[in-house]
DNA sequence: GCTATAATAGAAATCGTATTCTGAGGGAGC
DNA sequence: GCTCCCTCAGAATACGATTTCTATTATAGC
């Protein structure tokens, strides 16, 4: 298989090679007989125009950076990714946009791929998730005017586009649920205390307790390590609380089903003495026992807006979307709350 | 922010644009002088080079594609993905490339990718995984030299170089495993019965009943879609036969754990009465009640002699490895089995 | 019949970097 | 003092497409 280029094309067809680009491009000003024969020859060898060539000229390479802040090992067993990556995959895709996916583990990684991908002009647009509350390179690239959506929150809240499940939204409802359903004393297991979501997850907790006119006990919030063992540590600081806790709320499933594992251990009955609930309806739930109530993140959703909203940005057209959107969640009730 | 590029940083440096990227790149023959003066000014200025021309000027892109033959639905909940998109990055960033994912869920998509990502020359290499048994495009792309490894196996074996989880030998272990604690009745839930895994599973399944000397029932072999629903029916076609089987070894962790959830639900015992192995060792497995009894495919290892292998094929070496490698599973007991 | 205008296609410049080609200068060797 | 070679840096070219500029031809309008 030759090597083709557009000037093979246009001396097979008899045409200058200007004439090739027109064609593809679809340049009105050229004429029919010019056009098919073009064509003839392109659909004969099967040439196809080189990305490389294209994204110097056009300062456009098409593809979209996705940066996720998490070590590969904590990516590793998270069936979030993998619906977050399918859904931008497939939104991108309709556009004629590619995905990139980098991760992040260390600081020092971090920096060096925003970069590795906003400053080679690698991708035309970044995809943040799940960043630090304040984020000193989240400044930078925005008074640079490079084209990025976060998924997740930042503040102040209009300084940039983001998408974002409704945390605060869905903690709140989830501990009404369960204080509407008789629970007195909810504990909240967070992630790393530094995420966002952490943050926003507890802030809906503490308003709807406040809102129902329970007082706030510090002793009932911990913090758990995205894993099973974590999980299990927190649980087993707050069973050691008297009197213990009759629900949690965990920041993940995976959170939550490792705490409800440890207080079953402990011979707790699940829900009657103990409620739980967890976030992102993953798989996890249906098959733990008692399965786990939990709040679903409407990925795709999630997904689509900041991949729209980012291209917007990237073909300069101005997002028909607010700075900040928020996406309901959904509470799915199983039998652990 | 200026644009920057090395003309500017040559002008500023007080020499040629050539010399400036002799410098970047580390070529031997530029005075002492001249390399500080010029990194003096990259470091002042924060340049970096630019991807795209880059790209073009090298051939190189610097850019691995990953192409996953999926939905994005199917895809969603599966934490094998987020588990290999993570280590191919891990390792990918190590030699300095990038990673492009794209899925394929329709035939017609999927060779738009193909043609797409490889003949628009947009990535330096491509990782296949879960193709079908026999694939043109894994030919073409073949005898067209582009640089690609397989996920998965392939036959003619040698023809194309592949890494694979040692599927036959996995489900080899696992029925082994299942006869030397007493059954006898054992099935087999396949996933779409055109995958490859599906058919090698179901191989190894087959020559430990031969060499158990347990004859082969076609009637325990059912094939199951990727979801819970699908394998509870393929479940209970098995449990309308009698005798029922005495165990399940199910092609994937949710086909197990849907199958098994049926079993719970017709009354059975488990594992006393019917005993349960699935496949990938995923979170899941310790959440079911009971635990159930998976093969842990090796991830990282898997990505990684993928990655290392395609990169050495992009780069001209010859990867010292053999064009088929076969990556050991391993059996992790737990209660349903 | 002559200019004005439109339609169309080729020539040439451009995107930013890597590399080959070329030439200047300096030291070694005789 | 001359050649030869070596080192090094600038000039020029190439990568493959897009787009501007320019030239040609045809048509219209008077």
């Known amino acids: 298989m030759a090597e083709l280029k557009q000037s093979e094309i246009a001396k097979l067809a008899g045409v200058s090679q200007a004439t090739v680009s027109r064609v ?40 979209l950076g996705l940066v996720v802040h998490r070590s590969p090992e904590a990516l590793a067993g998270d069936p979030f990714f993998s619906a977050l990556i399918a859904a931008i995959i497939d939104h991108a895709s309709k556009h004629d946009y590619h995905l990139c996916v980098d991760t992040a583990r260390t600081a020092r990684s971090q920096r060096a791929i925003y970069e590795e991908l906003l400053r080679t002009r690698r991708v035309d647009g970044l995809i ?48 009404e649920y369960l204080i509407r359903t008789g629970r007195r004393r909810i504990a909240y297991i967070g992630g790393p205390a530094g995420l966002t979501v952490t943050r926003d997850r507890l802030q809906g907790y503490k308003s709807a307790l406040e809102a129902c006119g329970i007082p706030y006990d510090p002793r009932l919030v911990v913090f758990a390590e995205f894993s099973e063992r974590s999980a299990a540590g927190a ?17 993940d499933d995976v959170i939550a089903a ?75 009730k199983r039998e652990s709350a």
Chains 1, 2 share one sequence.
């Open 24 to 63: 593809l491009k679809g340049n009105p000003q050229v004429n029919e007989e010019m056009r098919r024969r073009v064509l003839a020859v392109v659909q004969e060898l099967g040439y196809v125009p080189d990305a490389r060539a294209q994204s110097l000229r056009s300062q456009r390479t098409h593809l």
């Open 235 to 251: 649980m087993t600081e707050l069973l050691s609380q008297s009197p213990p806790p009759d629900a949690v709320i965990g920041l």
């Open 258 to 332: 490792g705490a409800m594992r440890e207080a079953k251990r402990y011979g707790l009955h699940i829900p009657e003495e103990i409620a739980f609930i967890g976030f992102n309806d993953s798989p996890l739930c249906r098959y733990v026992e008692p399965s786990l109530t939990s709040i679903a993140v409407d990925i795709p959703t999630l997904a689509g807006r900041a991949t729209e909203t980012l291209i917007a940005l990237i073909e300069g057209r101005t997002p028909d979307a607010p700075k900040r959107q928020i996406v309901p969640a959904r509470l799915v």
């Open 128 to 175: 943040l998730v799940e960043s630090e509350t304040r984020d000193r390179r989240i400044e930078r690239l925005s008074s640079e005017g490079f084209p990025f959506v976060l998924i997740g929150r930042y503040e102040p809240e209009d300084a940039i586009y983001s998408v974002d499940n409704d945390n605060i939204g869905a903690a709140y409802m989830a501990t």
